[in-house]
């Protein structure tokens, strides 16, 4: 028996040695933070007791569909979380983009305003009166 993430206990089939079946599951298995085997002497302890008074017995196939599906999960959230760093960089070079051409156009609008003062002047000096 294996003492999984001190939750679960999975009956793994070895040829009797704890550190087979602890890295049977350690090595075939995503989501796994502990394992502790128990061998035929190990079955008789306080330890694997209070392991199966405190855990729930599951199949290979139970710990195998729990550690597809934290996998699963983890993977998509990395795909989610790249595609948001993403779309914030390209946030963030817009938004530098944005600030370029807010100054080009501050510099167009000073540009505007001398243009426009000149045509008044210009105007003033020729005497007209139309704006």
Same mark, same amino acid.
């Given at each position: ?38 061998? %035929?002497?190990? +079955?008789?302890?306080?330890?694997? $007791?209070?392991?199966? @008074?405190? &855990? #729930?017995?599951?199949? !290979?196939? =139970? ?10 999960? %983890?993977?998509? +959230?990395?795909?989610?979380?790249? $595609?948001?760093?993403? @779309?914030? &960089? #390209?946030?963030?070079? !817009?938004? =530098? ?32 009166? =139309?704006?």
């Amino acid at each position: 028996m294996v003492w999984i993430n001190q939750k679960y206990l999975v009956k793994v089939e070895t040829d009797g040695n704890a550190l087979k079946a602890e890295h049977e599951i350690l090595d075939n298995y995503q989501g796994i933070v502990s394992a502790q085997a128990f061998d %035929w002497d190990g +079955l008789k302890t306080d330890t694997f $007791a209070c392991a199966v @008074l405190s &855990s #729930e017995t599951i199949s !290979l196939n =139970e710990l195998k569909a729990m550690s597809d599906r934290y996998e699963k999960a %983890w993977r998509i +959230l990395a795909i989610a979380m790249d $595609a948001e760093e993403e @779309l914030r &960089s #390209e946030i963030e070079q !817009l938004q =530098e983009i944005i600030e370029r051409k807010k100054a080009e156009l501050n510099a167009k609008n000073v540009a505007t305003r001398k243009a426009h003062l000149e045509a008044i002047n210009a105007q003033n000096a020729m005497s007209c009166n =139309e704006q």
